[in-house]
C-alpha cells in the first residue's frame, strides 16, 4: 500500500519560510506524478504544486505560489519538498502531499493516494 506522511508544518509570522516533507513508501515504479495540495477552512481544495516524473518531467505551480513556493524530490530517500518562502496570511491551510500513476490524471490533478496532511499557519 502507498503511504504518504506529511511533516514540516508549523505557525510562522508573514515573511517567513518552511519546508514541507512528505515521505513515501510503497510507491509503484509507475508513479507519474506526485503533488502538494492545500485546503483552508471554508475553501476548496488547491493544486499548489505537481512534480512529473515521466512524460519528460518538470514541476508546475499554482500562480498563487509561483515565485515563492519550490518542489523538489530526493529519489534515494523517495521524499518530496515544499519549500515556501515569503509566506503570506492567505497560505494558512492544511498541506496534502498526493501520488498518481496515472498521466492523465495527473494532468487532471486528480490524485489517488493522499497523506494526511499538515498544517501551516501564517501571521
Known amino acids: 500500500d502507498v503511504q504518504l506522511v506529511e511533516s514540516g508544518g508549523d505557525s510562522v509570522q508573514a515573511g517567513g519560510s518552511l519546508r514541507l516533507s512528505c515521505a513515501a513508501s510503497g510507491l509503484p515504479s509507475s508513479t507519474y506524478c506526485m503533488g502538494w495540495f492545500r485546503q483552508a477552512p471554508g475553501k476548496e481544495r488547491e493544486g499548489v504544486a505537481r512534480?512529473?516524473?515521466?512524460?519528460?518531467?518538470?514541476?508546475y505551480y499554482a500562480d498563487s505560489v509561483k515565485g515563492r513556493f519550490t518542489a523538489s524530490r530526493d529519489i534515494a530517500t523517495n521524499t518530496v519538498y515544499l519549500q515556501m518562502n515569503s509566506l503570506k496570511p492567505e497560505d494558512t491551510a492544511m498541506y496534502y502531499c498526493a501520488a498518481e500513476e496515472s498521466a492523465r490524471q495527473c494532468w487532471r490533478n486528480e490524485f489517488a493516494n493522499w497523506g494526511q496532511g499538515t498544517q501551516v499557519t501564517v501571521s
Open positions: 512534480i512529473f516524473f515521466g512524460g519528460g518531467a518538470g514541476t
